[in-house]
């Protein structure tokens, strides 16, 4: 009997192959914008293109690519410093292969950082029924900057390295937007003339390790390190957030590599991860961490009106207001300890002046009333 070999279609063939044939399109030149994190996903996906330009002749590597990341300035350290690592090795190797790829890492506002807010205005620690974070520090820096390649270029399309196999949530997400006719490109839920690219949508978790394992950047080095700082946390990262829609990924037990500030979550499971493999430098920071979701909602720390001045009732029940300029300059005070003994910037210069800034207006707002 003869026996005839099943030949299997690679995935990454076909994704490759997809890849070049939308970067090549004839339909539009509109540039792309790659949301890179640094976690696995973004990373494969950086991986991908960046192999694809490489691939191509110089006549043909026309259209215009940049690599956006996102750098909340409350980031995890070791994953914001291996992102800002990775993206200074992918500019650096496309500057001298010439390939037509810029980088640029959003950050939030001055005045709407998280210790400015929190500490400066004395907003509430985040959590779930009140999540005021996500969109001042994620969505609103990085949507800032691609609406203005929109505005630049007419459109924008961002490659996205979001798959189904993330979470039933994810995949709710994905499959309720469509694709255009006859097009990879989705129009996005809520930045107008951006479009979506989404060349891994269909990739299990193990394909996406097994591929970073097999293959090395195409910009140099491994991906070794990446390997090891999921090895070590245990984690999975909080994605570049576009949209309200795409936050519920920010700040759930399931996204692990987020802020090292984060009071959304019940635990920290990757910083207690880099603890528990000797980095016992992360251990303050946990205990801070922890300690701000113990004093939010304590009486003596916050003031009866909220920042408008009211008393707030919701269902008969009294809405506390910010914290109190005492527990504001106790959050503060507590965290420059915590700095000291980190040996490393966890608020800067211009933050502090900020929020002494801040309370100097609430006092004389408050010495103002009748």
Partial sequence: MKTIPIHTVNPFDLIRENITEEYLSSTQNYPWIVTFSGGKDSTLVAHLVFEMLLSLPPSLRRRKIDFVSNDTLVESPLVVKHMRDTLGEILSAAQIFRLPISGEITTPKLQETFWTLLIGKGYPSPNRSMRWCTDRLKIQPTSSYILQKVNENGKAIIVLGVRKDESSTRKASIESHQNLADSNLTPHGSLKNALVYRPIVDLSTDDVWEFLAANNPPWGGTHDALIKLY????????????????????????????????????????????????????????????????IRDQDQYRQAERRNGKLT??????????????????ILEKLLAVQAAYQGELISKQEIDLIKQCWTDDILKQGSKP
């Fill in 313 to 330: 009732f919701k269902g008969g029940k009294h809405i506390k207001g910010p914290f109190t300029i005492e527990a504001r300059q106790m």
């Fill in 231 to 294: 090895r070590e946390a245990a984690g999975g990262e909080c994605p570049i957030v576009l949209s309200q829609e795409e936050a519920p990924g920010c700040g759930t037990n399931s996204s692990r590599f987020g802020c090292w500030t984060c009071t959304v979550v019940n635990k920290d499971k990757s910083l207690q991860g880099f603890v528990d493999v000797g980095k016992t430098e992360f251990q303050p920071l946990i205990e801070f961490r922890d300690w701000l979701v113990s």
